[in-house]
T-cell receptor, first 111, second 114 residues
Framework: DQQVKQNSPSLSVQEGRISILNCDYT??????FLWYKKYPAEGPTFLIS?????DKNEDGRFTVFLNKSAKHLSLHIVPSQPGDSAVYFC??????????FGTGTSLTVIP | DSGVTQTPKHLITATGQRVTLRCSPR?????VYWYQQSLDQGLQFLIQ???????AKGNILERFSAQQFPDLHSELNLSSLELGDSALYFC?????????????FGQGTRLTVV
């Protein structure tokens, strides 16, 4: 049973525009959410996180939004750059236990 | 560089064999996680150790086992290997067992079973 879902396998965006990556989860006990970026043949790299006590966290061009009632989080990248092209995974955990990952969204930023 | 070291980077072995994957966590991290990524799949959680003790278990096969040693490095043992075990195996580490901490990943071990 997939507790974290990323329903869009891929996304293409023009350079300079906004990229919005979405993630849904089913377990209401999740209290910590993360986004990872992964290039081919490399391990996932931590990007940004948000605790369930917040609804928004911002770090430079990256903002994560959390809607607990909808069990939905999103990652906004503004402005998008070609170097942002990668696979993005969202992940969630409860009480410091294992992280559950989505299946990833492949983002392509077109120059 | 995440600070998490995995060896070897690549491993090719035959069906029925046994292999050991090694992970050295970031300095100071007490939690170690193992994940499997098969082709076109997401990251499947296998097992978590915290300060030497097993903390959480995911979809880990009985043919697979892991342990975390007193120096906090961890090993994942895969035995009676099958073709379907071919995958990228990632190790990650984090500081805390009780939430609020991101996990940092190693570069993975690519296992090919022939």
């Amino acid at each position: 049973d997939q507790q974290v879902k990323q329903n869009s396998p891929s996304l293409s965006v023009q350079e300079g525009r906004i990229s919005i990556l979405n993630c849904d989860y089913t377990n209401s006990m999740f209290d910590y959410f993360l986004w990872y970026k992964k290039y081919p043949a490399e391990g996932p790299t931590f990007l940004i996180s948000i605790s369930s006590i917040k609804d928004k966290n911002e770090d430079g061009r990256f903002t994560v939004f959390l809607n607990k009632s909808a069990k939905h989080l999103s990652l906004h990248i503004v402005p998008s750059q070609p170097g942002d092209s990668a696979v993005y995974f969202c992940a969630a955990s409860a009480f410091g236990n294992q992280f559950y990952f989505g299946t990833g969204t492949s983002l392509t930023v077109i120059p | 560089d995440s600070g998490v070291t995995q060896t070897p980077k690549h491993l090719i072995t035959a069906t029925g064999q046994r292999v050991t994957l090694r992970c050295s966590p970031r300095s100071g991290d007490l939690s170690v996680y193992w994940y499997q990524q098969s082709l076109d799949q997401g990251l499947q959680f296998l097992i978590q150790y915290y300060n030497g003790e097993e903390r959480a278990k995911g979809n880990i096969l009985e043919r697979f086992s892991a342990q975390q040693f007193p120096d906090l490095h961890s090993e994942l043992n895969l035995s009676s290997l099958e073709l379907g075990d071919s995958a990228l195996y990632f190790c990650a580490s984090s500081t805390l067992a009780n939430g609020g901490s991101e996990a940092f990943f190693g570069q993975g071990t690519r296992l090919t079973v022939v």
